[in-house]
């Protein structure tokens, strides 16, 4: 349904997008990240023709957006981060003023009320939009890019300044829209691109950085070096026979008595060494009994922390990699 090819965008001597590329599938919601000067925003603007690129394609169901725009934009539903809310209106009135702009040729009664029911705003349709609080500002926003039931919608910061229970009801109508639209959610609060997403694209100083599923993420870049082990035995000396290990660099008792007598532990030995095996060993050695091993995974926000400040991509400054030691 949207495919970025080798998308290049160039302002003078600056290249804030860099030869680009990716797929969102239909019924797809695809998660779209990236620190801020990443190129996100340039990326999500020529998406949805506010941007023409210097080099590349973007096409939306087949069809250039720089080519064709006009025909490209019928499949776009759009939600930036401040929604284009005109505050004297009343909710329907607007809804019914982005329909005749759209030219939709939906039944506008039956439409309009169906998009009022799944974004929840139907008891507060005929009210001024500049008295309605964030949250159902919000979802006007949300309402007005479904006008037209577009195929795919592009949400940029959808819950950003929402309250914990709005947030909840934002994600859940996200999710729900997945199933019939092809999504792109970009979005700063990286738990909820990993609880919403079914795939997650990374932009970092305008390359793409990475491109894959939540769980495969976290499987390819979450190694052997960090480790929670339970075993049986005194606490403090475990911690510190441990300690020995070469390479290792921090043991900690997580907790004691998980059961009677074990203790979990986390180990953090330098990257790129497997202690799996000197850990056993170790314990063995002293009759200590091994009853868990696991890799310690690592958070989507450690991946993109990782990831964007070059421990696997390289190019960072010495303060760079000292903050990220420091996280």
Do not use: W
Request: glycine share 8%; hydrophobic share 35%.
């Amino acid at each position: 349904m949207i495919e970025v090819k080798n998308l290049t965008k160039r302002y003078g001597s600056k290249t804030a997008v860099d030869n680009v590329s990716f797929t969102a599938e239909e019924g797809e919601i695809l998660g779209f990240l990236g620190p801020n000067g990443a190129g996100k925003s340039t990326t999500m603007n020529i998406l949805t023709g506010y941007l023409s690129s210097t080099e590349g394609q973007a096409l939306i169901n087949g069809i250039d957006i720089l080519e064709d725009p006009v025909q490209a934009k019928k499949f776009i539903g759009y939600l930036p981060e401040q929604p284009p809310l005109y505050l004297d209106m009343t909710v329907m009135e607007y809804l019914k003023f982005v329909y005749s702009l759209k030219k939709c040729k939906l039944p506008i009664k039956s439409h309009l009320g169906e998009i009022c029911e799944l974004v929840k705003i139907t008891e507060v349709k005929n009210r001024v939009i500049k008295n309605l609080s964030k949250g159902y500002k919000q979802r006007v926003g949300l309402a007005q890019a479904l006008v037209g039931n577009p195929p795919v919608l592009i949400l940029d910061e959808p819950t950003v300044g929402l309250d914990p229970k709005q947030i909840i009801e934002i994600r859940s109508l996200i999710k729900k829209l997945g199933k019939n639209h092809t999504v792109i959610l970009s979005s700063h609060i990286l738990p909820e691109v990993q609880a919403v997403c079914d795939k997650i694209v990374i932009i970092n100083r305008g390359k793409l950085v990475a491109n894959d599923t939540s769980d495969k993420l976290v499987q390819n870049l979450s190694g052997d070096h960090k480790l929670i082990v339970r075993a049986e035995g005194n606490p403090a000396e475990i911690r510190k026979l441990l300690s020995t290990i070469p390479n290792m660099q921090d043991v900690r008792i997580n907790r004691e008595n998980v059961e009677p007598g074990v203790s979990e532990f986390y180990l953090n030995a330098k990257e790129g060494n497997d202690i799996r095996r000197e850990v056993s060993k170790r314990l063995a050695s002293r009759n200590y009994p091994l009853l868990m091993m696991k890799s310690s995974e690592l958070t989507l926000e450690e991946i993109f922390l990782k990831i964007t400040t070059g421990d696997i991509y390289g190019n960072v400054d010495d303060d760079s990699n000292q903050k990220s030691k420091k996280k």
